[in-house]
């Protein structure tokens, strides 16, 4: 059995390594649009749908990233688009990446991981938050070898606040996050026995970057990992340090609001929106079209390093 | 306005600082009375709604504690069931605690402010992991400031791999935990200008101790803040450490399995169990007698300090 980050990684080497997070916002739909569904829930699906639709016809991408926060926000209905929305990338055919960043003590972790690894909410690869210590990974790293299931545990994120707590050196040496990498390399060793066919981890890691520098440096300390990359596009990362990221095992870049908001900056969509002509459909050709010049853009800049 | 975390501690003072907490797995509840129901997550919502019943009417707690974990693990009609639980507690005039964890970058960190502080699954107070860094706070504490929301934030578990991040020594001095706290203090001032007529800030900390030593450091370490306390009764933490910890501003004592699973150690339940005669009412009467024997052990312990 192959497990969901090999499928991945496979996947990212035939169309690319863009994600596609869905972390859709419905103010990110136009609000002409937003007004012919019956509720903004039902405008997200159906958003969802169109860009799910596009980006596995076109390949330009090798995964989606549902970011779970956007739809708890729009509460039960909100937990049903999610749940329908997982259900049609994995129609899709390409992988789907639940972005959760739980974290709890072993038996509310062992919850954590029923509740996204089977039932309504099953995906292929969830995030997760180190914090609490490694003996919180357990449950989860369990399904990676009883279900092939994948996970990326926060190593390096990207905002600013990162300097509070992942990048404070430690007095014994190395910093906070040299501690989470070194745990994801013991699991990689552990995991190379299980799984002895496969090129990569089910466990990988989430690794934005601001810096090339730092990019490359942590490219070079984990070669074997797999790596989730957020911060390109809309959050300001180039794809110049997403493709230092790529190198070694690889990774999957996401672009979110790059992509989901990209009628914004389409004239036809725009002019259509001051008319009241504007469609989910026109939209989503904006979306799809946003996704192939991403990948595009990713691939120039990882032949170019 | 009086702001939720206020609200929680006069109701510690008024009704003893037990905490009950709705980790409800279905498999806690007897298969007997479990068979009754058209579901599991149904039982748990009826097994939720007697102690929520019981614990008001005997004032035997100040809030109860929801473990969304669980609930998520249920799918989509868990997270019915969950709203349903928040929406019993709500109407139980005690406060509400949604043991959440969650923590992001500042614009999901902000969907998930609105998700647990609005909408479906509005709630008093959640819990958060502080570990991307303290920018990822503000959405939250925002809410504090417009609609008196409370938050505990993380400051030190009591599960094993607390030493893993938490307790880590940092070069510059003192541990990982320590600059938790010392953002903690300093929300703490910014709010004793917002609210300069409460008592205690509305952001407490998430404070589990194994051992008296580690609780009368933290106790010392921060004596004007709230704490949510874990780690007492199933989880092994003595009735003494917990009332350490419920020094100075105080805190609530959480205790989940203990009540929950009270009927496993009631010999009338388990007589009836045999029986084939058991019912709701009675494990819900077992579980009523145990959170009014926890407050009367932890108000011995504090009496006795």
């Known amino acids: 059995m192959k497990h969901n980050m090999q499928i991945l990684q496979e996947l990212a080497a035939a169309n690319g390594p863009l994600c596609v997070g869905l972390d859709t916002d419905p103010s990110y739909i136009p609000p002409s649009v937003l007004a012919k569904y019956d509720s903004p829930a039902q405008a997200v699906l159906a958003y969802n749908t169109e860009i799910i639709d596009r980006v596995a016809t076109a390949k330009s991408a090798c995964c989606f990233k549902v970011q779970i926060a956007y739809y708890e926000a729009m509460g039960l209905e909100g937990m049903r688009v999610y749940e329908q929305t997982l259900k049609a990338v994995k129609k899709s055919g390409l992988a789907c990446i639940s972005d959760i960043k739980r974290g709890d003590i072993a038996a509310t972790a062992g919850a954590y991981a029923r509740a996204h690894f089977s ?5 292929d690869i969830i995030t997760i938050n180190p914090y609490m210590g490694f003996d919180t990974l357990k449950p989860f790293t369990e399904y990676a070898q ?3 299931k994948g996970m990326f545990v926060l190593l390096r994120t990207s905002n600013p606040g990162m300097t509070d707590i992942e990048q404070k050196e430690l007095k014994e040496g190395g910093r906070v996050l040299d501690g989470v990498g070194a745990e994801l390399e013991r699991l990689s060793k552990e995991f190379a026995s299980f799984y002895p066919e496969q090129t990569c981890s089910p466990v990988g890691a989430v690794v934005g970057c ?5 990019a490359k440096a942590l490219r070079e300390a984990y070669p074997d990992i797999f790596f989730l990359i957020p911060g390109y596009g809309a959050q300001g ?4 340090i997403a493709a230092t990221l790529l190198k070694n095992a690889g990774g999957t870049v996401n672009s979110s609001r790059g992509i989901l908001c990209a009628w914004k900056k389409s004239p036809t969509c725009l002019q259509k929106e001051q ?4 469609t989910m459909d026109d939209i989503g050709d904006a979306a799809g079209a946003a996704a192939i010049e991403a990948k595009n853009d990713l691939l120039s800049a990882f032949a170019a390093l």
Do not use: I, M, P, V
């Not at 990362?237 to 110049?240: H, K």
């Open 119 to 123: 039932g309504d909410f099953e995906t």
């Open 146 to 148: 009883k279900a092939g």
């Open 210 to 214: 601001t810096e090339e520098s730092d």
């Open 237 to 240: 990362g180039a794809a110049r």
């Open 275 to 278: 008319d009241g002509s504007l």
